[in-house]
């Protein structure tokens, strides 16, 4: 059945494409426009057994999300029998609901997307779902009825969020300082998206035992090292006495650190500053080895085989279960000299 739809879609829009040409006294062939539709029409004539994925990714804001997005190409390929559909929606919710709504369209068999925030999908997952065609939700969740999805791929975000703030705990008592007085800020990712909700919350819920542990503010760096910079330096300048830093990705982190050392402070082991970070890409482990950052807590990116997992389980008629949660560590400067060589990342 995959590709027949297609193949006879093909069939006609040829013979209509050479009626038309005739009637203009034209008789060599032509390629098809450069439209990506038209394009898609001609690709899954050419190519209709293989299982063909919408892939909408939220963009290409850091380091994590470009390995993410590798990690789906470099697994769907015509190769391992998929052909895939990719999308970057820019950071903007509407072009990630455009792009899926030309996947439906297009009659894909599987659509799989990172959503920008958990709320705002239930118009377009309604029409997936009307359509007969499969959601995998990958990296982040959306806030909608279980039944507008097949499952979910991706991290315990507020699990991570409680790794980081349990290190804490365990590094201040280390130091004989856990009810001492511990100025904190945070450097929070894209608001309402679910990597910001969860290691919001998880932190937090652990830091609300501590009537010493004093959340100064909370702002937004975007997850990049400019906007991470920039909020930075802004909270050194209002706030005379920090002592931790929680930074919701590495990419702030990076231009946190930045800031940081530009105003003559230290960071990291022994440092000024102690630096909590999330996702553990290769330069942020360089940094933690150094002991520049003292924690940093894994958000694995590499979850296109995961999806790919659940998509060969789909095809061949079993269940699945709706979340599947990838594997992640804890680096600090005693464990991460080796892991650093094997980071793809």
Known sequence: ??????????????????????????????????????????????????????????????????????????????????????????????????????????????????????????????????????????????????????????????????????????????????YDTVNIVILQGTPGSS????????????????????????ETGDFTTAKGKEVMRKMLRQYPQIDVVVSQNDDMTFGAIEAIEEAGLTTGVNGDITIISFDAVRGALELVEEGRINVDIECNPNQGTYVEEVIQKLERGEQVEKAYVVEEKVFTKENVSAYIEDRNY
């Open 1 to 178: 059945m995959r590709g027949k739809v297609w193949k006879d879609t093909v069939a006609v829009v040829a013979v209509i494409v050479l009626v038309a040409l005739s009637g203009c006294g034209v008789s060599s062939s032509v390629a098809p426009e450069d439209n990506n539709e038209t394009d898609d029409l001609y690709i899954y004539g050419e190519n209709g057994d293989l299982i063909v994925v919408g892939f909408s990714q939220i963009g290409s804001e850091s380091v994590w999300r470009t390995a993410n997005t590798e990690s789906v190409e470099s697994t769907f390929t015509k190769e391992n029998g998929y052909f895939l559909l990719t999308d970057n929606a820019r950071q903007r919710q509407e072009n990630q609901i455009k792009a899926i709504r030309s996947y439906i369209s297009q009659r894909v068999d599987y659509i799989v997307f990172s959503p920008m925030t958990e709320d705002g999908w239930n118009t377009v997952l309604e029409e997936a779902k009307e359509a007969g065609i499969e959601v995998i939700l990958m990296d982040r969740r959306a806030n909608v009825d279980e039944s507008l999805y097949t499952t979910w791929v991706g991290s315990d975000m507020k699990r991570e969020g409680e790794k980081a703030a349990e290190w804490l705990e365990k590094d201040l008592r280390a130091k004989d300082i856990l």
């Open 195 to 218: 990597s910001e909700l969860g290691r919001t919350a998880g932190f937090e819920a652990i830091a609300s035992k501590y009537k010493n542990w004093h959340i100064l503010d909370r």
